[in-house]
């Protein structure tokens, strides 16, 4: 009778063992499958990239997809860098050198991550005056034909295109800030009126231009304020405006236009709302 019931507690455990590891690899995967990954990798990059220099970097386990993925550098080419998918049995599923390098994907992130981290240097400074949620900048991609086709609002379509980006070129990011630049600001403020709107937005320009952060286009919200302890914008009043440009952000019948582009985003939001009511 004890022999049988450790022979059980014996089958148990392995089981429980088992299990876990079975749990464990799914989540983290097994050293054998990350070593044959980076094995296959370093075979695979000598023979679709040669004489390229390419260096492994690291290797690491997607439990999502339950694949593995190796990270591949240049050490002369900062915008060079991919990765490589690779089965858990070795095989390699497919590799992003198409589109991060040749589609120059890697070249806009440096590119975009500059501009956005020179707008948080203002927004996010102590003397910024005003408070805010939601506040950031990018450089916007430039929109596709079919995208015009398609956009209601019809926005102005400007920005950076992909394909005529140069891999590795050292860019003046503020000059790129003038074409291409799109800041997003939500402000809180006691008073929301279109009048309040246009001061903020005339000095919100001013510091940008006194911090050489150009931009081309702003979507502004000026909410109500709202205390620590309160939801954003507690009563819903706000003045809301979308790809408001900057060369119209100037003192002469700003509010005109303000007013302008708020009643035809304000019409476009309830023509969607309509439109998912019919679904």
Do not use: C
């Amino acid at each position: 009778m004890k022999k049988g019931m450790k022979v059980l507690a014996g089958g148990t455990a392995v089981i429980v063992i088992g299990g876990l590891l079975w749990f464990a690899n799914g989540f983290m995967g097994n050293p054998v499958s990350k070593a044959l990954a980076t094995y296959n990798t370093e075979k695979y990059i000598e023979a679709q990239y040669p004489n390229m220099g390419l260096e492994r970097e690291e290797t690491f386990y997607n439990f999502k997809g339950s694949n593995y993925y190796v990270r591949i550098q240049s050490p002369t080419s900062i915008d060079t860098h991919f990765s490589v998918q690779v089965s858990p049995l070795g095989k390699i599923e497919q590799d992003d050198y198409g589109n991060s390098v040749i589609g120059r994907w890697n070249t806009y992130s440096r590119i975009d991550e500059g501009y956005r981290s020179r707008v948080e240097a203002v927004f996010g400074s102590d003397d910024f005056p005003y408070e805010s949620d939601i506040d950031y900048g990018k450089l916007r991609g430039r929109m596709t034909t079919e995208e015009i086709e398609t956009d209601e609002l019809h926005y102005p379509n400007y920005g950076l295109i992909m394909e005529d980006l140069e891999l590795d070129r050292d860019y003046d990011i503020a000059e790129l800030g003038k074409t291409a630049g799109h800041i997003v600001l939500y402000v809180g403020d006691k008073e929301v009126s279109v009048k309040r709107a246009s001061e903020i937005l005339l000095d919100i320009k001013n510091i940008l231009d006194r911090e050489q952060v150009p931009f081309y286009a702003i979507d502004f919200v000026l909410e109500q304020y709202r205390e620590e302890d309160e939801k954003p914008n507690p009563n819903g009043e706000a003045v809301r405006i979308q790809e408001f440009l900057y060369s119209d952000i100037y003192e002469e019948d700003l509010e005109q236009r303000i007013m302008e582009n708020a009643a035809v985003l304000e019409a476009y939001y309830k023509e969607q709302d309509a439109k998912k009511m019919l679904k």
